[in-house]
């Protein structure tokens, strides 16, 4: 087995050979299921979804395809855009058994895959214009194929990029990545240096939070932490994270751009439906 | 149709990315397949300081500041490198002769590679702590360097390759890449990289390749000492390069393969436990393990396997007409093994004749007997899942030495452990004229089929045999006692005015924040003659309404120790301050321990008060815990406390407060001794020194006073009181201690003894029980024999233990020997660290300060338990050897007669104890008289009768009169005391 997070300070490398500040290679794609309003596929490092988007659709056929069960428990745990006369906003994650390595199947009630739901639809709603959709319902499906770490980040990376294809309005990207520190909570250490994009081994051994921003902007609309880290250390992790988002974002409107320029050239969307101002180089 | 499919060569990025696949399996014996990506680059510095590209090159964290180059521009040269070199060594070299690169004559400028890291690490977690503290010394120049992930360096598994093999072309291609990468550089001495070594295929392939490349002996050989290095090569090593010659002759059986043993313990059929060998006989070992109630035994060299006293081992149970009772014969190594040839070990039959005979008589007795009750299932190892391995004290077996040419060549001798239960060790020197008649270091590298004896290497000498510097040092060594100088990053901790700190003098500085002002308390400390280092000090007063203000004011060490400083690490790993005879080695720096901590008199200290309102029967009506400035009015010695006491005369308050105490703590005790507290006893015995040679003059048992038992009893209440208020505030993470109820079966033995011998019974359903019966162990003629029994009854007993709150129901918080729910320890933070932990523990429960993480975090909190179990254990142990060899010290020339009592019987021999002295010695047959008596041994009534050449009778229990002499056991090495038998009384 390779050496643990605890190497980091003899060479300032972490477990995978990156630096503090690096990112994973992301890779993405739109439409990749062009029978759907809207998809996409991305990975960070290896941990690998798939997004379809449905809708908007009036809300009577809210349940939709097979993923009505656990939009119910999106919209339980009170998913965005509920608010009478905009459209809701319902997200389900499906996790496949052998997407990660102890290949446990974890249900659709699990406790962490229900607040993944809730916190991507709330995160989603703050960006969609949902009232340009009164009384419709947005259905984001999104599945995980592999995992390894930043799962949050990558699944919200995903949603955008999909409700981008869907052609749904929305204010900005909602680029989100992970941020971490190079040493534990209980080392209590001052000078840890933080972290960029954590991997799953680094998840494990060291503290680290999710953050999403709105675009180009330092406006953040997701910060979760769920493990146990000194304030000080926070700012500079928040500072990173927040530095990602930014990487991400531009990575994000890379693929859509290219994307779009392909369509054209394919023939594939009439010049002229709302795109003439895009600007394609 | 879109797909998801793509080719990675279009991905400008996928020449630098890799991923590795690991294959582990679980504890649970689950296979998983882990893939991880390793992104490849090239801004991987050399940390050659000749190196201008990397320089400029290096990498930052994120304040911006670079890391410093490690390898020198000047490295050493050898005769064959005379150009100056760096060291790439590969993982064997490592694991072999870690003791080399710790040198500090020789191994500068090593590369230590990434690959070759993490095989230490998966091999030897201890080994892999001393190379990262190699790296991490400025001196040495270690540099770890990631070839993994160096894109120039980075090698992937060939299709069939195995994984060896393909750490090994790793290892030679980085050590090309930088040979290749220096004489780019266009320095004027372009230092040889050159790799190490032992593997003969690797070593060919580099040469073929063109890579300078070395052995680990041809190497050391072109070092300046390198004779005297050449010993610290590790036997194994040379092995590599003669196994093939040796004769497929194989003395032991083979291990089983990891797999088999763990598929064998899951499916019931093996069994996995802790190898334990007899203190009296080398030849029988016991293991015990949970699918049986009694332990297992394991007779004999071929059934033991080459296992080693400490080693996890996995056994298999022998057919039940192999069952026996244990041993009841003295088997010593030394004896029995004596003038073997270290250098002819091959071809001599493998288990010697003699210790054949030795164990036939034994299997003949056994069979012999009908009574299947006593005979205890046997068992053989198959294999050994980890060894506990340390280095050994010893000396070297003059009889193994051969008289032939004393020159300098390599000899083979045998090394004898100081520890008894350590088999002799094989070792192969240059220096045996100048090792002969010393205490030296070794340690143990192998020990393979073909060999009867496990072979090791030379670390270093300590001195004389029998120099007291040498001898305390060996003891040192062998308990693991951190017994070096405190560093200069501790010390820098200690406050700055050293010896002028005082509390502030305004009750508005800082450091009065929030503390009770106590000063005007009549407050003092009762201790040990000489105690320097005063952890506790105590108060009484009355309370109007007629009950009892008591306090136990404790030394505030965690105002001085902050956490997770350097003086903080320290005082963990080291656990607690060792006590030896002469000699104090302190967990705490001697400033803070013995002057700005210890609550001396007269002057004002802070301290970490309990205060209770206790009711005249002793109640506890309340209690509140506060940080405190106290000021102790006087330090007592026991004696002059119980002296004070007893002087009517004297009816100062502070006297009478200490009466009150002494009443209040005897209904403490008794109602302690009520819910069954066990008085235990060991044999404590005081030595006498000259305070001006530091002889031992005297050996003296300890007085037990009224007044310590005060003092215990008002520790033991505060420690409880302590304990349940940290565990309120701290439910999954608060340090306690815990004293197991010990197995029924750990006293059957005592039991049947004393039901066979004098009729009594010990009853064991509950301490209170087990209490009331040992209170009726008396012999009317003979008053020191209930201690006798209590002393055999404590070695039946369970080690209490420090543990975390979270890993235990909260039923088995309890502590058997004190007959208490819930206890830890608190009022000793200058010589314990778990009493420190407590102490920051309480300090947040009563928000006097934050929690700090160190001491909630369950993890950190379960190693620090871990590590203190070890060091008090050892510290105990170590205090024991010390006072032994110092009463065999004080006897040194002299014989005195001494009464004695017999607590073990052997069919060849018994022990005896002597309470003067609290030591105890086997006397065997064969030193009763000249020749050995013919003797006849009844196992059921433990009687010895002896006939021939002398007759006597002993039997267990037996007051006997002994002449006391010292020794040098010839075994050991060590002085010890000698018995002989005078008469039966
Ligand atoms: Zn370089």
């Known amino acids: 087995m390779p050496l643990d997070t605890s190497a980091y300070n003899l060479a300032l490398l972490r477990v995978d050979g990156r630096r503090w500040n690096e990112l994973r290679r992301i890779h993405a794609q739109i439409r990749t299921q062009p029978a759907a309003d809207g998809s996409s596929y991305l990975e960070m490092g290896h941990t690998k979804v798939m997004c379809v988007v449905t809708g908007p659709s009036e809300s009577g056929a809210r349940r939709v395809g097979t993923t009505g069960g656990a939009a119910a428990g999106a919209l339980g745990s009170g998913g965005g855009g509920s608010r009478d006369g905009d459209a809701e906003v319902v997200v389900s994650v499906v996790l496949a058994g052998f997407s990660s390595v102890d290949r446990k199947r974890r249900g659709r009630n699990d406790k962490g895959i229900l607040e993944l739901q809730s916190t991507i639809s709330s995160a989603l709603s703050s960006s969609l214009h949902t009232h340009l959709y009164p009384r419709s319902t947005i259905s984001i499906s999104l599945h995980v194929l592999s995992q390894d770490g930043s799962l949050l980040a990558a699944l919200l990376n995903a949603a955008t990029l999909a409700c981008i294809d869907a052609g749904i309005a929305m204010t900005d990207y909602v680029a989100a990545c992970t941020a971490g520190s190079t040493s534990t909570y209980a080392a209590n250490d001052e000078k840890a240096d933080p972290l960029l994009d954590m991997n799953h081994q680094e998840e494990q051994e060291l503290p680290g939070l999710t953050v999403a921003t709105l675009g180009q902007s330092d406006r953040v609309i997701v910060l979760v932490c769920e493990s146990r880290v000194q304030v000080s250390r926070l700012e500079g992790m928040l500072a990173v994270g927040v530095d990602g988002c930014k990487q991400v974002r531009d990575i994000m409107d890379k693929v859509v751009r290219e994307k779009g320029r392909r369509m054209l050239e394919e023939g594939a969307i009439e010049k002229g439906v709302g795109l003439e101002d895009m600007d394609l180089d | ?985």
């Open chain 2, 1 to 985: 149709m879109a797909s998801l499919k793509r080719s990675l060569d279009r991905d400008p990025l996928a020449a630098s990315i890799s991923s590795k696949v690991y294959v582990r399996s679980t504890k649970s014996g689950k296979v998983q397949k882990i893939v991880r990506e390793v992104y490849l680059r090239r801004d991987i510095p050399c940390s050659s300081k000749l190196c201008q590209s990397c320089l400029q090159a290096a990498p930052r964290d994120a304040a911006g500041r670079p890391i410093p180059f490690v390898l020198s521009d000047k490295p050493a040269g050898t005769s064959k490198f005379p150009q100056g070199h760096y060291l790439v060594p590969d993982t064997n070299a490592f694991l072999n002769a870690m003791d080399l690169f710790e040198q500090a004559s020789a191994f500068y400028d090593v590369v230590v590679l990434q690959v070759v890291l993490e095989e230490v690490r998966n091999r030897s977690l201890p080994l892999y702590n001393r190379l990262i503290s190699l790296t991490k010394s400025e001196e040495k120049r270690f540099y770890v360097f990631f070839n993994e992930f160096r894109l120039e360096t980075h090698v992937a598994r060939l299709e069939g390759e195995s994984v060896n093999d393909r750490n090994d072309r790793a290892v030679r291609k980085a050590t090309k890449w930088y040979s290749e990468h220096l004489a780019r550089t266009k320095a004027k001495k372009v230092p040889a990289v050159v790799m190490l070594s032992n593997d003969r295929d690797n070593l060919r392939k580099a040469r073929d390749e063109g890579i300078p490349a070395c052995s680990m002996s041809e190497y050391v050989k072109q070092l300046k000492d390198g004779d005297r290095l050449l010993d610290l090569i590790p036997e194994s090593e040379e092995g590599e390069f003669t196994k093939e010659k040796r004769t497929g002759e194989n003395l032991y059986p083979e291990y089983f393969t990891m797999s088999k043993m763990m598929t064998g313990v899951k499916a019931g059929l093996l069994h996995q436990g802790t190898f334990n060998v007899s203190p009296y006989n080398y030849l029988e070992g016991s293991i015990r393990v949970p699918a049986f109630p009694k332990s297992l035994i394991i007779l004999g060299r071929e059934n033991i396997n080459r296992a080693i006293d400490g080693d996890l081992v996995v056994v298999e149970i022998l057919p039940k007409d192999q069952w026996k009772s244990p041993s009841t014969k003295v088997i010593e190594e030394d004896a029995v093994t004596k003038n073997e040839n270290p250098d002819a070990e091959v071809g001599e039959d493998f288990v010697s004749e003699k210790e054949r005979k030795a164990l036939q008589e034994e299997v003949k007795r056994t069979q012999s007997k009908t009574t299947e009750g006593h005979a205890q299932p046997t068992a053989k190892v198959v294999g050994v899942i980890k060894r506990n391995w340390r280095q050994y004290v010893g000396h070297i077996d003059q009889s193994s030495v051969s008289q032939s040419g004393q020159g300098r060549k390599q000899d083979t001798v045998f090394v004898i452990p100081m520890d008894k239960k350590i088999p002799k060790i094989r070792l192969r020197t240059r220096q045996v004229a100048e090792l002969v008649g010393k205490r030296i270091l070794v340690a143990i590298d192998a020990w393979d089929r073909g060999s009867r004896h496990p072979s090791g290497h030379f670390i270093r000498s300590l001195g004389e045999l029998e120099t007291k510097a040498a001898e305390t040092e060996a003891l040192l060594l062998e308990y693991d006692v951190q017994y070096r100088p405190f560093p200069k990053t501790v010390l820098d901790c200690l406050p700055q005015e050293g010896h002028g700190w005082k509390v502030p003098e305004s009750t508005d500085d800082a450091g009065w924040r929030d503390r009770a002002d106590l000063r005007d308390l009549l407050i003092c400390s009762i201790d040990p003659i000489g105690c320097q280092d005063i952890d506790d000090a105590l108060h009484s007063r009355p309370l109007p309404n007629g009950n009892v203000e008591v306090g136990v004011h404790i030394a505030d060490v965690s105002h001085f120790v902050k956490p997770n400083n350097a003086m903080d690490m320290e005082a963990s790993v080291r656990g607690t301050t060792v006590y030896l005879v002469d000699k104090r080695i302190d967990m705490l720096p001697m400033l803070l321990g013995t002057d700005l901590c210890s609550l001396k008199p007269y002057v004002e200290r802070y301290a970490f008060s309990v205060i209770w309102e206790l009711s005249p029967d002793a109640d506890i009506v309340n209690v509140r815990f506060t940080k405190s400035v106290i000021k102790s009015r006087e330090a007592f010695s026991y004696e002059q406390a119980q002296l004070r006491v007893d002087d009517a005369s004297q009816q100062d308050e502070l006297t009478l407060s200490i009466r009150t105490l002494l009443e209040l703590s005897k209904k403490l005790k008794q109602r302690r001794i009520e819910a069954g507290a066990l008085s235990l006893s060991s044999p404590e015995v005081k030595v006498q020194m000259e305070s001006e040679t530091s002889d031992p003059i005297d050996v003296k048992t300890k007085e037990h006073l009224a007044t310590m038992s005060l003092v215990e009893e008002f520790m033991l209440l505060a420690n409880t009181t302590v304990a349940a208020k940290i565990y309120d505030a701290f439910p999954q993470t608060a340090i306690l201690r815990r004293h197991g109820a010990p197995p029924k079966t750990n006293f059957d033995e005592l039991a049947n003894q004393l039901k066979v011998k004098k009729g009594m019974e010990l009853s064991i359903e509950s301490s209170r029980a087990l209490a009331d019966s040992l209170d009726t162990c008396v012999d009317p003629k003979e008053p020191f024999f209930n201690t006798l029994i209590r002393i055999m009854a404590t070695r039946c007993m369970m080690a209490a233990e420090y543990f975390c709150s979270g890993t235990q129901a909260y039923d088995d918080f309890r502590h058997y020997g004190l007959a208490s729910e819930i206890y830890t320890h608190f009022t000793s933070p200058i010589r314990r660290y778990a009493d420190l932990v407590a102490h920051r523990q309480l300090a947040a429960a009563i928000e006097y300060e934050p929690v700090h993480p160190s001491v909630r975090s369950r993890g950190r909190l379960e190693a620090v338990c871990k590590n203190i179990n070890v060091r008090h254990r050892n510290a105990q142990l170590a205090g024991r050897a010390s006072i032994a060899y110092y009463v065999g010290q004080s006897l040194r020339g002299k014989a005195t007669e001494e009464d004695g009592f017999v607590i073990k019987i052997f069919s060849n021999g018994f022990v005896v104890l002597v309470p003067r002295f609290g030591i105890e010695s086997l006397i065997r047959l064969r030193d009763i008289a000249e020749p050995e008596p013919e003797a006849t041994f009844d196992a059921e009534n433990y009687v010895l009768t002896t006939a021939g050449s002398r007759e006597v009778r002993v039997e267990l229990f037996q007051k006997v009169r002994v002449k006391v002499t010292d020794q040098k056991d010839e075994a050991t090495g060590k002085r010890g005391v000698k018995m002989e038998l005078i008469r039966t009384l």
